[in-house]
C-alpha cells in the first residue's frame, strides 16, 4: 500500500500524509488515491484532462509510479473501470474554493494583488521575487476564470435557486437518465448543416482518443454535467446568452448550440414525467376544498404564453401575433390535477390561436371520460365541446372589477 500519495490535479491539496487536511466533495463516499493507468490511451485522456488545471509541462507517462488523482475529479466520486467513456477525471477545484479549503497557516503572509501592482511587486522579499520569475506562467494561470460546475452549489437551496430542482439527488437522479442518451447526441449547427452532419460525431475525450471512426475535431469545453447545469439555469433564472457565455468561459454560439440540443433532449427523454392519471387517482388526492365543491373535477386547465423574437415572415409574424400580450408569443394548453401536479402540455400554437381553438385540436378532449368535469376560467367558451364529450364545465365564481361578488355566488363558494 502506498503511504505517500498526493493528488496530481492542480488547485488540490489532498495528501495522503495528511488526513486532517484532506477535503472531500460531497459526490464522494470515499476518497481514496487512484493510480496512474497503465493503458496508453487511457493515460493519454487523463493527461488531457488535468493538463488543463495545472500551469507547467504536465506529461507522466503510462503507469507513472507517484502519480495519482483522488476522488473528487471523478463525476461518480470514484473510478468506473467497466464503463470508459466516464473512467477519467473531469471534476476540478476553482480557485475561490482553494483559497477558501488553505489552512490558516498556508494563508499566513499572503497578501492581496491589486490592478496597480505586478503579481511579483506584492511580495518585498527577495525570495518571493525570484519565485515568481522562475515560473511566471503559474502566477498568471491562477489568476484565470474557471468554468462554473455543479459542486460549486454546496447547499441545497443554491441547488433549488439556480436549476428549479428540489434538491441534489434530483440533480443526480436527471443527470444519470439522461447521461446515456446525452452521450451520443448530435449537437445543434442549424436546420442545415445538423442535417448533413453524421451521427458519429465524439462526445467523450475517450471516444476523440480511442480512434473509433468517429469525425475529427476539438473536445467539447464543458462535460455534460455542466451543460445540463447551464441549460437549467437559463430555464430557471432566463438568464442571457452572453452572460452563461461568461460563467461557464464558452462562446455564445456554443451556449446556443448546447442549449438548444438540451432542450431537445430533455422534450423527449423527459416526456414521460407528464402523466394524465386515472379518476380513481386523482379522487383519492383530491384536496377538502375541491371534495366539498367539486368532487368530480378531472382536471384544471389553462393556456400559457411566453414572448417570441420577431419572426421574419409576415405570415408567420401575423399567426404569432397575441392580441391579448401585444407581442409575438407562442401558446400552449396546461392541465393540471386539482393537487397542483401538471398532467397535460398541448403542442405549441401561435399566439393568435384562441383558447376554444387549442382545446379543440390539441386532442385534449380525447383524454376525458364520461362525467368528467373540467375546471377552467370565463375566457373558455368550450360548453358544448364538453357535452359532446358528456362532461362539465366548471368556472368558479369571481367578482367583477370594483363590484362586490352576487350572494348565490357566495354561496356556491361555501365550504
Not at 119 to 142: L, W
Not at 144 to 150: A, H, T
Not at 192 to 218: C, D, M, V
Amino acid at each position: 500500500m502506498v503511504k505517500n500519495a498526493r493528488c496530481a490535479v492542480g488547485y488540490c491539496d489532498n495528501d495522503k500524509r495528511y488526513p486532517d487536511y484532506q477535503v472531500k466533495r460531497s459526490h464522494v463516499e470515499k476518497l481514496v488515491f487512484h493510480k496512474w493507468p497503465k493503458d496508453q490511451v487511457l493515460a493519454e485522456i487523463w493527461r488531457k484532462q488535468i493538463a488543463n488545471s495545472r500551469a507547467d509541462d504536465f506529461n507522466p507517462k503510462p503507469g507513472a509510479q507517484g502519480t495519482f488523482v483522488c476522488s473528487n475529479h471523478f463525476p461518480l466520486g470514484k473510478r468506473t473501470p467497466n464503463n470508459r467513456e466516464t473512467d477519467y477525471p473531469s471534476v476540478f477545484i476553482t480557485l475561490s474554493e482553494y483559497e477558501q479549503s488553505r489552512t490558516p497557516l498556508k494563508r499566513k503572509g499572503r497578501e492581496t494583488w491589486t490592478t496597480s501592482k505586478r503579481p511579483h511587486q506584492a511580495y518585498d522579499t527577495e525570495d518571493s521575487h525570484s519565485s515568481f520569475d522562475e515560473n511566471p506562467a503559474k502566477s498568471e494561470a491562477s489568476l484565470l476564470p474557471v468554468p462554473l460546475q455543479f459542486e460549486q452549489l454546496t447547499r441545497e437551496y443554491d441547488v433549488r435557486f439556480h436549476t428549479g430542482l428540489p434538491s441534489t439527488n434530483s440533480f443526480k437522479c436527471v443527470f444519470e437518465y439522461l447521461l446515456p442518451k446525452a452521450s451520443n447526441m448530435q449537437y445543434w449547427r442549424g436546420p442545415t448543416q445538423t442535417q448533413n452532419e453524421t451521427t458519429a460525431t465524439p462526445k467523450t475525450p475517450f471516444q476523440l482518443f480511442a480512434g473509433r471512426g468517429y469525425r475529427s475535431g476539438p473536445a467539447r469545453k464543458l462535460s455534460p454535467q455542466q451543460e445540463l447545469l447551464m441549460c437549467l439555469m437559463k430555464l430557471r433564472l432566463a438568464l442571457l446568452v452572453d452572460d452563461l457565455a461568461f460563467r461557464f468561459q464558452i462562446s455564445s454560439a456554443t451556449v446556443s448550440s448546447t442549449f438548444i440540443t438540451w432542450i431537445k433532449l430533455m422534450s423527449k427523454e423527459l416526456s414521460v414525467l407528464f402523466i394524465w392519471p386515472s379518476r380513481n387517482q386523482t379522487k383519492k388526492t383530491l384536496p377538502s376544498c375541491f371534495r366539498k365543491l367539486y368532487p368530480n373535477v378531472r382536471c384544471i386547465i389553462d393556456c400559457f404564453e411566453c414572448f417570441t423574437e420577431t419572426p421574419s415572415g409576415l405570415d408567420l409574424a401575423a399567426t404569432m401575433w397575441s392580441e391579448y400580450k401585444h407581442h409575438y408569443t407562442l401558446k400552449a394548453l396546461v392541465a393540471i390535477t386539482p393537487n397542483g401536479a401538471i398532467s397535460y402540455v398541448s403542442p405549441t400554437y401561435g399566439g393568435r390561436a384562441t383558447d376554444v381553438f387549442i382545446v379543440k385540436n390539441s386532442g385534449f378532449l380525447e383524454l376525458l371520460q364520461p362525467f368528467d368535469e373540467v375546471m377552467a376560467d370565463r375566457g373558455f367558451k368550450i360548453r358544448e365541446e364538453l357535452m359532446m364529450k358528456m362532461c362539465r364545465l366548471c368556472i368558479p365564481p369571481s367578482k367583477t372589477v370594483s363590484m362586490q361578488m352576487l350572494p348565490d355566488d357566495v354561496r356556491k363558494l361555501q365550504a
